[in-house]
């Protein structure tokens, strides 16, 4: 065996020795592709098979499971419980605001809630008091940061020329930079990194993710100090990825670790010891990159440590080689899943803390065992204890202590201090005082509160302090009801508590790392409120607030957005425009892009708030910043952030606001040229279609730029020309349309996706823009793009593919149907199937706007062809745009598509009967889309046919499908009617009345619709007692949670009763009002009004009213309800019943009952409104009588019905008559009595304020005052 | 009023409804109800051309003259208002 191995590892040696060379070279990664070395094996498995038995037994197994198992398919189509549960549930789960947070926005975190400030306001004529920062010093810090910045730069740079030289010298030297070099992911906010010495930026600002597969992970946390050594700048490794939170990536390939510790033993392995000066994180390093793990190798992370078992002794039997790639001791050690690289990085959640528990108990049970326990383990005699051999290292205890390297946050294992003995251990403290449950991490924040003995000892402003926590632990983690008291009191109190203690206990909390969507949003609230109350008092701390306020700008939660806007909108109002800019202009030119992005959205707020004008003069200083390109971006930056954010309503300020960045057009600085083009764009996007004339200066060097820039500035600039041509008028974007032709057409075949998604802009739309012509389109622009752009890789990538399918209709809607659909029909049948997919939406929208009538005979027979096709072949499970397709294709050809019915039938038949799920629900649907046409080629004889094949279908098992089978049912039954349909609707009907049974919402709602329209149209067919059974079924129906259905179900009773006689769906309906539930009441009544209505309120009336007798609360109610509706739809039919129905209503409005009282107010009050005008006053004034003692209720919902009743008699009997039964109360001695009879004369007055000046009392004249009106007394 | 219907529609109609000229309050005094009364009728009488018509016979005045008086009339209808008892 000894031989086998040295000669494995020999070749292995050999091997590394060839890597190692072969990385000190750079490669041009163009030419051999970057990835491409990951797959090279570059270690030999110690055993052969090893490496290959886990898979060839995973082969094996799935081998002989497959026999054994269901196709795959139906397993697919399985319904998964589990899965559904979760998303049934409905409501989200709390969500840390963290977890979705990517780099660029978890640097909110890096910033620093300053100091308050000097309020010049309030210090008025004042020095300020050297303790205070004023706005000097504040500029002057930021001044000294950059400074730093810049120096630090230029020692980085020299640092890292440095060791180039030094790697140049020293070939074999496996370090290099090149792991500097790790790809750089930028995201769009952030365009600040590919400048001059963009390696040490990026190292500082931690937004590098390596997607090199052996860094380690960072243990300095680089957030928690924002300025960088310069020690750590200096190994210019990217080992400041602490954006790289995914524990699964940090699970360390197996060489890693051993490395680390084995650095000595492996030195003869790897030449070039480790370089003097390195940190002790770059050692593991080196030798990885010497060692670069396989990729093949699979991550063991889960595997048991048998196989450990078998690894270790090998390791300690070859001393001399001890192989670090392969042992995966270390690995496997680490690789338990540790969420100690989590926990360097701030305050640890609960589950955190539950998962370390438990990690320390197992790694206490599976300890080593000490000498002691071996002996109790072992017989004493026939045992020899051998000395390790020399060479053996151990290799666990470094492992861990790599792990467990106190941070700055202090071990986490640690959480709570052993000496306090009240702990109770899991179950947290219980909070005195009745405050709400604190969480763990709360406890930094609201510790204090814990401790209530000091209470007596404390002075006032602690015990301010302590109530302002106690408030907004309520705010935060409180029931709804301490929530609302809490608030109002911050509210309430906020001026007395004082600005300072407020803000100094809220903010901090906000900037939490753990943080939830919900108790950022109280949180904010609790700032808006209290800001509204402080007023100028929150002047010094502005700077504060924008600091944990600005991050809500760039939320990727839309509300979250709404809400910060609305906070710095207010603050803005209240602090003052200058405040504002004092607080925010050190920011615009901050060495972070992230401030600098953040200040820029908030100064559009500002802007929004306090109106454009009073910005201007700033905004143009800024602009024209001669100090530092950073504060000229900003500043444009500024305005485009004001077009976005208040759109048309820049049109006023357009000029100006051109004029102050038009320069930028041509900056020396290539970031402040593409920020003014995007400005210029979002200005012109903003004010379209006004304002052409505004952007007149910028034309000349915006065409300029297209000819002289490339990349991302000419994408910018193309971007604004996109959208500054739709702004002119015709003969002006004809002409410029061809001018920027020339360069987009170069610009097609750009690699770069952004400027792909910018020309497809830019081309949308010129070619939607007046002047542009078809001919023109056709020649110059169609070969080109179709050539470019309709081609797989583009259906691929989401936002293409949108944007692609939107240029492409709005080239169609230029140049017609023909020329399009000619050019992409063949693609319908391509093998990529997202490639046919976006060929079936453009022509399905292309179709749906512009009609099929350009389409000739041939290119139709292609078409259906093509779509028969793709609608066959689709294979995933977003199956809506085929089935769009497929319908608008077929419904814009119409009658030329009797041709190729009997072959779509033949599909669709053959697709109801296939096996998946998917395919049948979509076949049915496709046959209610396209049933219309069906009829208008008269294939009624298919029609009937389908039909039947339908109706077999009826026992379907999955809801979703069956809901589409009814559907379809319904198409057909509606174009052919009732007594063409097959099969008879006698047949049909009783094979519904059990599915009516189904809960399944979309088969409720189908199939009542379908029994609603033959009890409309075809009741005749079916007998009396089938109706009879149905309404029944349909009573539970009125539970259905959608409205929809409900109202279908209310609908049909109407239709059934008019088919089989009012009398036992009457009968139904009212002993339905005995049930407790009150939708069901609800739905019932409405029933029964609608029952009254179709078949005439005298068949109705009786009945009804005989059952208001009945002694039961809720049947008496639901009578009341059902003629308060009754007489709401039947409306002037009233006139004929009202004097039925006034003694039951006069016996209502004096029952003891409150909820009698108001649905008889809100009966009287659809009766007076439906029989104004007819005669009916004498009645309607004695109900009037029984009306007006109810006057006096305080409940909302009765005094609401009465007032309504009242206004219906204002509107029925006229005002004079109301008029004088409100007088008597006007001036009653007793004030409540007054104020109820002012608001029913006020709404009296409001309504019918003209017709009262008739009826006015006379008023006697006074000794100075004169109220008599003499102009009524004349007579001629 | 009470803390539960602080916040119901009915609150909120009187707030409404207190946005109109000539509406009312439980505090209305006879001066101030009986301007609103004067007010509002000659409003009513300059917004019916009918009804001025037959003032202006009856009072033997131009129609023009009679809009003018009334309007005028609107200015203080019921003189200057009356020494509050309460101040």
Not at chain 1, 328 to 334: F, H, I, S, Y
């Amino acid at each position: 065996m000894d031989p086998e191995i040295a000669k494995t590892q020999e070749e292995r040696r050999k091997m590394e020795q060839q890597l190692a060379s072969m990385t000190s070279l750079t490669f041009d990664t163009d030419l051999y592709g970057g990835n491409d070395r990951d797959a090279y094996v570059t270690s030999i498995p110690v055993n052969e098979d090893e490496d290959n038995l886990d898979s060839l037994m995973d082969n094996e197994v799935a081998r002989k499971l497959a026999s054994y198992t269901a196709p795959k398919s139906l397993l697919k189509e399985m319904p998964r419980g589990s899965d559904e549960n979760d998303d049934v549930s409905g409501f989200k789960k709390p969500q840390r605001i963290i977890d979705r947070e990517d780099d660029y926005r978890k640097r909110r975190l890096n910033r620093v809630i300053s100091p308050e400030r000097h309020d010049a306001f309030a210090a008025g004529e004042k020095t300020p008091d050297p303790s205070v920062r004023t706005y000097a010093d504040v500029m002057r810090e930021e001044a000294l940061k950059r400074e730093k910045e810049e120096t630090l730069k230029l020692i980085a740079k020299k640092k890292k020329q440095q060791e180039e030289d030094e790697a140049a010298s020293d070939k074999p030297l496996p370090a290099d930079s090149s792991a500097a070099a790790a790809p750089k992911r930028r995201n769009r906010w952030d365009q600040s990194q590919d400048d001059g010495g963009a390696g040490a930026a990026a190292a500082k600002k931690a937004k590098t993710a390596s997607t090199s597969d052996w860094d380690l992970p960072d243990t300095t946390p680089g957030r928690w100090d924002a300025t960088p050594t310069p020690g750590r700048l200096g190994d210019a490794t990217p080992s400041a990825s602490v954006g790289r939170r995914n524990r699964w990536d940090e699970t360390p390939t197996p060489g890693r670790v051993v490395d680390s510790d084995a650095t000595p033993a492996a030195g003869g392995v790897t030449p070039g010891a480790t370089p003097a000066g390195m940190t002790w994180d770059a050692t593991p390093k080196l030798a990885g990159l010497a060692t670069p793990t396989p990729k093949k190798q699979r991550s063991r992370w889960d595997e048991t440590p048998a196989t450990m078992g078998s690894a270790t002794p090998m390791a300690g039997a070859t001393p001399a080689a001890v192989t670090p790639g392969v042992t995966p001791v270390g690995g496997l050690d680490l690789a338990t899943p540790t969420p100690g690289a989590i926990n360097l990085r701030g305050a640890i959640t609960p589950e955190q803390y539950n998962l370390l528990r438990w990690e320390k108990d197992i790694e206490d049970r599976n300890r080593p065992l000490t000498d002691e326990e071996l002996d109790a383990m072992f017989p004493q005699e026939g045992y020899k204890i051998l000395d390790p051999p020399a060479s053996y290292v151990p290799i666990r205890t470094p492992a861990r202590k790599l792990l467990a390297t106190p941070t700055p946050m202090g071990t986490p294992l640690y959480a709570i201090p052993e000496e306090n003995r009240g702990q109770q251990f899991d179950v947290p403290k219980e909070a005195p005082g009745g405050l709400p449950f604190m969480k763990p991490e709360d406890y930094q924040y609201f510790g204090a509160l814990l401790n209530e003995e000091e209470e007596e000892k404390m002075t006032s402003d602690e015990l301010k302090e302590r109530k302002i926590m106690k408030l907004l632990l309520k705010v935060k983690n409180g029931t709804p009801p301490q929530r609302k008291t809490a608030l109002r009191q911050l509210t309430d109190k906020a001026r007395e508590f004082g600005a300072g203690p407020l803000f100094n206990r809220i903010l901090p909390l906000l900037m939490q790392p753990t943080l939830e969507d919900q108790e950022r949003h109280l949180l904010v609230k609790v700032i808006d409120r209290v800001l509204y109350k402080l007023d100028e008092l929150v002047r010094p701390y502005v700077h504060k607030i924008l600091v944990v306020i600005e991050p809500l700008l760039i939320d990727e939660d839309y509300y979250a957005r709404v809400e910060g806007r609305e906070i710095i909108s207010n603050l803005s109002k209240a602090a003052g425009l200058a405040t504002m800019i004092a607080a925010m202009r050190p920011d615009i030119d901050n060495i972070d892009e992230y401030v600098r992005n953040t200040t820029a959205r908030a100064f559009s707020v500002v802007a929004s708030a306090l109106g454009i004008p009073a910005l201007l003069p700033f905004l143009k200083a800024v602009c024209q910043s001669k100090k530092s390109w950073q504060a000229r971006h900003t500043g444009i930056k500024i305005v485009q952030q004001i077009a976005i954010l208040i759109g048309c309503a820049v049109l006023p300020h357009l000029r100006s606001l051109v004029e102050i960045i038009e320069h930028g057009l041509l900056d020396e600085n290539q970031k402040v040229r593409t920020i003014t083009a995007l400005s210029l764009a979002a200005l012109a996007e903003a004010a379209a279609p006004y304002g052409i004339e505004s952007f007149d200066s910028v034309l000349k060097p915006l065409w300029k730029g297209i000819r002289s820039h490339r990349g991302k500035v000419l994408a910018a600039f193309l971007k604004a020309i996109g959208f500054i041509i739709p702004l002119m008028d015709a003969l002006y974007a004809s002409y410029y349309t061809k001018e920027v032709m020339v360069i987009l057409i170069r610009e097609f075949q750009s690699p770069d996706e952004e400027m792909k998604k910018i020309v497809l802009k830019v081309v949308k739309q010129c070619v939607s823009t007046e002047g542009v012509e078809a001919d023109y389109i056709r020649s110059d622009i169609l070969p080109e793009f179709f050539r470019n752009f309709w081609v797989r890789r583009m259906a691929l990538d989401r936002r293409n593919y949108r944007q692609l399918v939107d240029t492409t209709v709005e080239i169609a809607n230029k140049t017609g149907v023909a020329d399009i659909v000619g050019r992409i029909v063949e693609d319908l049948k391509d093998e990529s199937e997202p490639y046919r997919r976006m060929v079936m939406e453009t022509i399905e929208k292309v179709v749906t706007n512009l009609g099929a009538s350009d389409i000739d005979a041939r290119l139709e027979e292609l078409l259906i062809d093509g779509i028969l096709y793709a609608f066959q072949e689709q294979t995933s499970d977003d199956a809506n745009v085929m089935l769009n397709g497929f319908g608008a294709v077929v419904n814009a050809l119409g009658q030329r598509v009797k041709p190729y019915l009997p072959q779509i039938c033949g599909t669709i038949k053959w697709r109801l009967n296939n096996k998946s799920a998917k395919v049948r629900q979509q076949a049915a649907d496709l046959i209610s889309r396209i049933a219309v046409v069906m009829k208008q080629c008269q294939e009624e004889q298919l029609m009937g046919h389908l039909g039947v094949v339908l109706y077999e279908y009826l026992g379907e098992e999955y809801p979703e499908v069956l809901g589409s089978i009814l559907g379809a049912l319904k198409a057909i039954v509606n174009v052919i009617g009732m007594t063409k349909m097959t099969p008879p609707i006698k047949d049909l009907l009783p094979r519904l009345t059990p599915i009516l049974k189904n809960r399944h919402e979309k088969v409720q709602e189908n199939c009542i619709d379908l029994v609603g329209r033959i009890a409309d149209r075809g009741a005749e067919f079916v007998p009396a007692r089938e109706w009879m059974r149905i309404c029944f079924e349909l009573l539970e129906m009125l539970k259905a949670h959608k409205k929809g259905i409900r109202r279908a179900t209310v609908n049909t009773f109407g239709y059934i009763a008019k088919a089989i006689g009012p009398q036992d769906v009457l009968a139904t309906l009212l002993n339905n009002l005995k049930v407790q539930e009150r939708q069901n009441r609800v739905c019932t009544t409405v029933a029964i009004a609608i029952v009254a209505e179709t078949c005439s309120p005298f068949t109705v009336l009786p009945a009804l009213m005989n059952e208001y007798r009945v002694p039961e609360l809720n049947v008496q109610n639901g009578v009341l309800k059902s003629l308060s509706f009754l007489f709401e739809y039947i409306g002037e039919m009233g006139k004929d019943y009202i004097y039925a129905v006034t003694p039951l209503l006069e016996d209502a409005l004096m029952d003891r009952d409150l909820v009698h009282r108001q649905t008889a107010a809100s009966a009287v009050k659809h009766m007076a409104l439906g029989v104004a005008g007819l005669g009916c006053e004498d009645a309607l004034v004695h109900l009037l009588n029984y009306v007006w003692p109810n006057i006096f209720e305080t409940s909302p919902h009765v005094i609401n019905a009465v007032m309504e009743a009242i206004e219906g008699m204002r509107v029925a009997l006229g005002a004079a008559i109301v008029l004088n039964y409100c007088l008597q109360g006007l001036f009653h001695p007793a004030r409540k009595v007054r104020e109820v009879y002012w608001k029913i004369y006020n709404s009296l007055y409001i309504g019918a304020q003209d017709a009262l000046v008739a009826a006015y009392p006379t008023l006697e004249d006074e000794q100075n005052n004169v109220y008599s009106r003499p102009e009524l007394m004349m007579f001629v | 009023m009470q803390a539960s219907d602080r916040f119901n529609i009915n609150s909120q109609l009187e707030h409404l409804q207190a946005k109109y000229v000539g509406t009312g309050h439980a505090d209305l005094n006879r001066f101030e109800w009986a301007v609103n009364i004067q007010r509002d009728s000659y409003a009513s009488y300059v917004g019916h051309y009918p009804i001025l018509a037959y003032f202006a016979i009856a009072e033997n005045e131009s129609i023009g003259r009679e809009r003018y008086n009334f309007m005028q009339k609107m200015l203080l209808p019921c003189g200057l208002p009356p020494e509050r008892e309460d101040d």
